[in-house]
Nanobody
Framework: QVHLMESGGGLVQPGGSLRLSCAVS????????LEWSRQAPGKQRELVAG???????NYEDSVKGRFTISRDNVWNRVFLQMNSLKPKDTAVYYC?????????WGRGTQVTVSS
């Protein structure tokens, strides 16, 4: 059974940093692309960053240069380092994986950027 659990969210001031973590189980972790998405109140969920099995990364334009996605294939975790946070980054952040054409999601972690 595939299971994803995010952690690391919280309240941070503009310009601050947070590191999100997602623990993944139930898959052959190292062969899968992992992704972080977010959903702000009243908005659709959007893809923020992805990392392939080879370590190739991609980012949504608004987070390029501020966010870094990484993975640990030993502990089956994917991370999202978020720097220079802005109020518009406020959202629930989710990690996800596609296995066999089905997307699996965690329950999300809230990130609030406010002074």
């Amino acid at each position: 059974q595939v299971h994803l659990m995010e952690s690391g969210g919280g309240l941070v001031q503009p310009g601050g940093s947070l590191r999100l973590s997602c623990a993944v189980s139930g898959i052959n972790f190292k062969i899968h692309t992992l992704e972080w998405s977010r959903q702000a109140p009243g908005k659709q969920r959007e893809l923020v960053a992805g990392i392939s099995s080879s370590g190739a990364t991609n980012y949504e334009d608004s987070v390029k240069g501020r966010f870094t996605i990484s993975r640990d294939n030993v502990w089956n975790r994917v991370f999202l380092q978020m720097n220079s946070l802005k109020p518009k980054d406020t959202a629930v952040y989710y990690c996800s994986v596609d296995r066999g054409g089905s997307n699996f999601w965690g329950r999300g972690t809230q990130v609030t950027v406010s002074s």
